[in-house]
């Protein structure tokens, strides 16, 4: 966190934001805020008088994550990097290669580590520790950028590292709005996606606020006794009502949503889950006239002792059951998992 909160971290802060709180213009604010993530000094800029420099140098800085440790798959182009705050919590960061050379997705975290305790994600084991700044997780993206080589760049973003986006949604809006920012790290809104386990609060949030940001929901199971078991969040906040926000979602922002769905072996993987995701994307399109985007993810083992929770289950068999219900789902490529950079593997160990 940041050690002096009179102090602004100046790469969480847009031009409007720096304007509002610095003695600055619009202007000389477009030029710092360029000048911070471009990593050039607030010495000289063109155009900025150097009392609005001064400013910006009392005013604020720009603190930094130091790495614990990057680790590169042997599987695939996929790279992980531990990170430590400054008040020594570890979180993870994941650069994902785009189908396109030269372009990369990060997937951030929002928190160290998470609350929800879902069953088959590593981060849900640890508890929630605290919520990140928003410097933080545009730090996350500003790190990986480092790593690139000339000619390649950061696409985009995606919302689904260590936390629950929506359960620190305020710094998650501030975080997306300079990420946004054509001064900033200037990457496409629609390249940006916010995944939660569920919050009708936040998405209703996310819908005003980001409207031209995506939205990807964690399904689990569609019949309500499977997805309790394995989301305890489904007690407090029923399917029914996620799926209620997600269709105010669709209906102002014109976006389909991306659900997603990991087999378990024995445990959501049945015909009778296919059949009531299949009702469920059924009844979605109908009121909304937009079809979600159904992702199948497989299952990544959670712990490396062998004492893993679940079996992966056979996630050929259940596309071609959604297949038969009527559902074309798209298969998600999950990588990184000899590095535990894959979907529901990260933990904070460094």
Not at 51 to 57: G, H, Q, S
Not at 100 to 120: E, I, K, N, T
Not at 201 to 221: H, M, Q, Y
Request: proline letters at 5%.
């Amino acid at each position: 966190m940041i050690t002096d909160s009179r102090v602004l971290a100046l790469q969480e802060m847009t031009p409007e934001a720096l304007a509002r709180c610095l003695p600055v213009t619009p202007a000389e604010a477009r030029k710092i805020v360029a000048a911070v993530h471009r990593g050039s000094p607030l010495t000289r800029l063109e155009g900025v008088r150097r009392t609005a420099l001064a400013a910006a140098r009392a005013g604020g800085h720009v603190p930094t994550l130091s790495v614990r440790t990057v680790r590169a798959s042997a599987l695939d182009p996929f790279v992980k990097l531990a990170l430590s705050t400054e008040d020594g919590h570890v979180i993870e960061t994941v650069r994902i290669p785009l189908e396109r050379a030269g372009r990369f997705s990060v997937c951030v975290s929002s928190q160290a580590g998470c609350a929800l305790a879902c069953a088959f994600c590593a981060t849900g084991r640890l508890g929630l520790a605290r919520n990140l700044a928003a410097w933080e997780i545009v730090e996350q993206v500003r790190m990986v950028r480092g790593t690139l080589a000339r000619g390649q760049r950061v696409h985009g973003v995606v919302f689904q590292g260590m936390g629950e986006p929506l359960a620190n949604v305020e710094r998650v809006l501030d975080a997306i709005r300079v990420m946004s920012d054509p001064c900033a790290l200037a990457i496409d809104s629609r390249a940006i996606t916010v995944c939660t386990a569920g919050l009708p609060g936040g998405i209703r949030r996310l819908a005003r606020e980001a409207p031209k940001v995506r939205l990807g929901v964690s399904i689990a199971s569609a019949r309500a006794e499977v997805r309790r078991r394995l989301m305890p969040i489904d007690e407090a906040q029923p399917l029914r009502e996620v799926i209620e926000a997600v269709e105010e979602h669709a209906r102002a922002t014109g976006l389909s949503p991306m659900w997603a769905v990991t087999p378990l072996a024995g445990v959501n993987d049945t015909d009778e889950d296919a059949q009531a995701l299949a009702d469920l994307v059924r009844g979605f399109t109908e009121r909304t006239g937009i079809r979600p985007r159904v992702s199948v993810v497989p299952y990544n083992a959670i712990d490396e002792a062998g004492r893993d929770p679940f079996a992966r289950g056979d996630v050929a068999v259940f596309v071609q059951r959604l297949v038969a219900h009527g559902v074309r789902p798209h298969l998600r490529y999950s990588g990184g998992s000899d590095v535990q950079a894959a979907c529901g593997q990260l933990a904070g160990v460094a």
